[in-house]
């Protein structure tokens, strides 16, 4: 008799069980079966592509490719984010080929350009909807005529993130890469090795670094020191508020870490990156922008 009340229990239970399949619940979680199975086999959309379709550039004048070709002239054509030199094989034609990055990349960056200037140059990007935006700005708030004249560090935050507010305002999923400052410190060094280019620097370029580049007193060497761990301070800061966009990467000092020469320096100013220069700097862009992981 248990045996018989067992089987008739069993038999109960199958026949529950399927009604409940046919009427769509899950005895686990009370959702749809269907949907459970969406859920399984769905793939997670990343927060990052590696490969986006579209691309524009703000920043400053070696966004603008300033003194690579001629004497105080842009020459966007080899930008290291948008350009179109096949010496140069920017970051935009890394990732949308020469034909793409024609149709798909634009460079609202602006010679001379300070990061208070940067919530602008958004404005106008966002106009494109692009995919990724590609910033490097920075310098030319160290590079000032005193260290004294410099960008504080809170403004240069909050200038920053009001740059990026603009964007994510109206965008709110755009991937955006961020170059460190470069190493201003390293270029005073390797620039006055070459009497011309010291002579350049005296009509005004970089004072606050490039100032009597000669000299090597106490001085001297506080002020290249102030102006140094200010640079240092504003990658800190990009570090920091990029880290809270996950869609932001930083270049994790990349570019202020590269051991760049007097090859890679215009030798019409011996202070913008020249050809070479402006590839490596699209090299260390799309090494970030692709990498698996930030």
Not at 174 to 179: A, G, H, L, M
Not at 187 to 196: C, F, I, P, V
Not at 240 to 269: E, N
Request: charged letters at 20%.
């Amino acid at each position: 008799m248990r045996k018989r009340s067992h089987r008739l229990r069993a038999a109960h239970a199958v026949a529950a069980a399927a009604v409940l399949t046919v009427a769509g619940c899950s005895t686990a979680g009370g959702g749809a079966a269907g949907d459970t199975g969406a859920r399984a086999s769905a793939k997670p959309t990343p927060e990052w592509d590696t490969s986006p379709e579209s691309i524009v550039a703000v920043g400053d004048s070696i966004t603008r490719g300033f003194d690579a070709c001629a004497v105080l002239t842009d020459c966007p054509e080899v930008s290291w984010a948008t350009g179109s030199d096949a010496a140069v094989d920017s970051l935009a034609v890394r990732l949308l080929g020469a034909g793409g990055a024609a149709q798909h990349s634009w460079n609202h960056a602006v010679t001379g350009a300070r990061m208070r200037d940067l919530k602008a140059q958004m404005d106008k990007a966002v106009v494109h909807r692009p995919e990724l935006v590609a910033i490097m700005a920075g310098a030319n708030d160290a590079c000032r005529a005193s260290t004294a004249e410099m960008t504080s560090v809170a403004d240069f935050r909050g200038q920053f993130q009001d740059a990026l507010k603009t964007l994510r305002q109206t965008l709110p999923k755009t991937q955006v890469y961020v170059s460190s400052v470069p190493n201003l410190k390293r270029l005073w060094s390797e620039g006055r090795t070459n009497a011309l280019g010291k002579q350049i620097w005296k009509l005004g370029i970089c004072p606050s670094m490039l100032g009597d580049a000669d000299a090597l007193d106490g001085a001297a060497t506080a002020r290249r020191e102030t102006v140094q761990a200010r640079v240092v301070a504003y990658n800190k800061v990009l570090a920091d508020v990029c880290a809270k966009d996950r869609r932001c990467r930083f270049d994790h000092d990349a570019v202020f870490d590269y051991r760049f020469g007097t090859q890679q320096l215009s030798h019409w100013d011996w202070f913008h990156p020249s050809r070479n220069g402006q590839a490596r700097l699209a090299e260390i862009a799309y090494r970030t922008v692709t990498a698996a992981t930030p």
